[in-house]
């Protein structure tokens, strides 16, 4: 294996514990760990393995080109798969990564195993999303990661943004007019921040009594032959927490204009110069930022990563489908059997790892420390730490969906979700709230882990 190996020491830089996972280890009584990761490699198969050609693909290795160089690995990826390739290698060197509309950068594919060489870096671009996954596993199965290091864009993020108003209005079919009595906003161009935009808040602005605001969004242009549809119902935040929403997709549906009615509170046009509004998405912490996220996936390994500096968490497991009807929700959709072994988690916003839902999960052999602080160890504030802060969480939340689980303290039948859970020969320190934390897992085994409290005014 080319990839790096993330080897656990202890603050002294000395090695904890054994590199390779014991074949005393077991996930059940009749089976070691080592055995069932070799069913796994058998799932994915001999290695057939491919190189990525850089050239070829229009990916540059030096931290340049982000949104080629992210459209140029998931291309690669998905060329090798139909090409009989189950093992497919990234050069060394630093690629920017740039998010799609959906929060996502590289999309994760079944029976592949994608390896990262020693040197190799994946640094996510500064977006405005509340939600992404630099690496996405959704509803794969037989599939691994390996190696390299992933780098979030905690230090460059967006939480927010402000806009400016002139004096104007705007008629009922989308155009602008000169009403002296309104402002409206500069235009807002959803294509520039998408995720921040997707569920919108407009906070209110000191000097204006109007309890309520309207917003107008078109195609492309702001004009009446573009003009979508408008609101005039929007309440401020954050009186209101709630957020708004687009008429369409984002295709359709990209620019916006608020409009404010300020008859009861008259500006003059130097006060309208100064304003600058305040908005923001309604899940405004931004904590769903995944280096890595496996989401009702099956069969998944995560091995020798480091990972950093994500707005949320370094890893999340989870079930990722919602469905109105209750019944369509299958035992294979909450997820099983994730390895995630030999990874070095530090300074992410909200959690190392979380385990939200999948069963028969094994956690080894990771290093996770300084949940919540920025890269001095001492500094925790919203841009560097965003609640709970634990190095691991147990935590499916499905008592608040509609998927009908199992619970053995409610006495009632259904979909397992945070069954057997193993946690093993971890070294967990210095983060901001806690190590470890089991909301809702059931058999869970918990053993040979190092736990070490922060010790305040250091890192």
Excluded at 157 to 185: C, T
Excluded at 381 to 386: C, P
């Amino acid at each position: 294996m080319l990839g790096k190996l993330k080897k656990l020491k202890d603050q002294n830089n000395e090695y904890m514990y054994p590199i390779t996972v014991s074949d005393a280890v077991y996930v059940d009584p009749e089976t070691s760990l080592k055995t069932k990761l070799s069913e796994l490699d058998n799932k994915i198969g001999v290695p057939n393995s491919y190189i990525i050609e850089l050239d070829q693909w229009n990916i540059k290795n030096d931290g340049t080109e982000s949104a080629a160089t992210t459209k140029g690995i998931n291309d690669a990826l998905s060329w090798a798969l139909s090409k009989a390739y189950n093992h497919v290698l990234l050069p060394n060197g630093t690629y920017a990564l740039k998010i799609d509309p959906n929060g996502v950068a590289i999309h994760m594919q079944s029976g592949l195993h994608f390896e990262m060489m020693s040197e190799c870096i994946l640094q996510l671009e500064g977006n405005s999303s509340p939600n992404y996954r630099v690496i996405d596993f959704q509803q794969i199965k037989h599939a691994k990661i390996s190696g390299g290091t992933i780098v979030g864009d905690k230090a460059t993020h967006q939480y927010e943004m402000y806009v400016k108003f002139v004096r104007g209005g705007v008629n009922a079919d989308g155009s602008l007019n000169d009403n002296p009595n309104f402002i409206r906003s500069e235009v807002i161009d959803r294509y520039a921040n998408p995720g921040l935009l997707a569920n919108f808040r407009l906070w209110s602005i000191p000097g204006i009594t109007a309890t309520k605001y309207s917003f107008y969004q078109y195609k492309d242009t702001v004009s009446k032959d573009s003009f979508v549809n408008f609101r005039d119902n929007g309440e401020f935040a954050p009186a209101a927490p709630t957020g708004r929403g687009w008429f369409d997709t984002i295709d359709k549906d990209n620019k916006m204009v608020f409009l404010i009615d300020i008859t009861s509170s008259p500006l003059t046009d130097d006060q309208i110069s100064q304003i600058s509004a305040k908005v923001d998405n309604s899940y405004y912490t931004h904590e769903g930022g995944y280096g890595i996220g496996i989401l009702s996936s099956n069969y998944i390994e995560v091995q020798g990563i480091e990972i950093s500096n994500c707005t949320g968490d370094g890893i999340l497991t989870g079930i990722g489908v919602h469905y109105d009807d209750p019944s369509q929700y299958t035992q294979e959709l909450m997820g099983q059997h994730i390895y995630i072994l030999d990874c070095h988690i530090h300074h992410c916003r909200r959690q190392g790892i979380s385990l939200c839902g999948p069963n028969d999960v094994f956690v080894a052999n990771n290093t996770i420390h300084h949940i919540g602080f920025a890269d001095d160890g001492v500094t925790s504030d919203f841009r560097n730490g965003t609640a709970p802060m634990f190095g691991i969480d147990v935590e499916s939340m499905v008592g608040e969906s509609n998927i009908p689980y199992k619970s053995i303290y409610l006495n009632q039948d259904g979909l397992e979700t945070n069954y057997r859970i193993y946690i093993y020969n971890n070294y967990i320190h210095h983060n901001s709230r806690g190590h470890f934390v089991n909301a809702d897992g059931t058999h869970i085994t918990l053993q040979n882990n190092t736990f070490e409290a922060y010790n305040v005014g250091g890192g």
